[in-house]
Structures are given as structure tokens and as C-alpha cells.
């Protein structure tokens, strides 16, 4: 079921001096700044050969990385993306196997525009996914 990755995510407190080490000291090629307002955050994406990095900054008030930013005012690896082929087969599944399947398990449009779930971290060795429909 499970397919490729399809990004690392690390949240930061501000974005533009993270993008630019990955822009400048990597050499990696780095989107313009997505924000995206009901997920609460603000994106850019880092280009890899065989995957993405995509670097988080809090956006408003009740924004679900704040706490975690908070806590690691450094910045860390937030969760990372699998891509399925069938989001809502894969959520059934999950749940069938007794993962818990975050915000009530109605899939949201993440930054791809494609439908993204979260699963919660103490079901998958205390690392926050996310799942993409491919
Ligand atoms: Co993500």
C-alpha cells in the first residue's frame, strides 16, 4: 500500500533564513513561500533528486506548529509524507489496523492540491505522518 516518499518536513520559526541555507550552502532549488491558511502554516518546498524537503513556518494565531516550534525553537523534522494510491482505502486500512487517522479522518487538500490525511505519531514510532494521494 505504502508508495514512494514524497517529502521530509522540518518546522522552523522563520522560513526565509532556513530556505536559504538549503538555497545557498546546498545549492538546492527552493519554491516561493505558499501559505496556506487552513492548514496553518506557510510552505516552501526544497527540490531533491528523489524527493522534497518542505520547510514549515507557523501562519496565524492558532497554528497547529506553533507549540512544536516553540518547543524546538531551532527547528526539527515535523513529519514526513508517504504517497498512496487510494487515500481513503489507505485511511480504512490504517484504522482497520487500529491506527488513529487525526482531524476525524476527512481528507483535507494539503500543498500539492492533492487529498492529505495525518496519522498520529504514537502509532508510527512517535513520527507524525501524512499521506498523499498520489
Ligand atoms: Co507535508
Not at 507549540?67 to 515535523?78: E, I, L, Q, T
Amino acid at each position: 500500500m505504502i508508495g514512494r516518499l514524497n517529502h521530509v518536513a522540518i518546522a522552523v520559526k522563520a522560513l526565509e533564513p532556513a530556505a536559504a541555507v538549503y538555497r545557498g550552502a546546498l545549492g538546492a532549488s527552493v519554491s516561493a513561500p505558499q501559505p496556506l491558511p487552513e492548514h496553518g502554516v506557510t510552505v516552501v518546498f526544497v527540490e531533491l533528486p528523489n524527493s522534497k524537503i518542505e520547510l514549515l513556518e507557523p501562519l496565524g494565531e492558532a497554528s497547529p506548529i506553533a507549540d512544536f516550534v516553540a518547543r524546538n525553537p531551532k527547528g526539527a523534522v515535523h513529519h514526513i509524507c508517504y504517497e498512496v494510491d487510494d487515500i481513503l482505502a489507505a485511511r480504512d486500512r490504517l484504522r482497520d489496523n487500529g491506527a488513529r487517522v487525526l482531524g476525524g479522518g476527512d481528507p483535507k487538500i494539503g500543498a500539492h492540491g492533492k487529498p492529505v490525511l495525518f496519522l498520529h505519531p504514537n502509532d508510527f514510532s512517535g513520527v507524525l505522518i501524512e499521506l498523499e494521494q498520489a
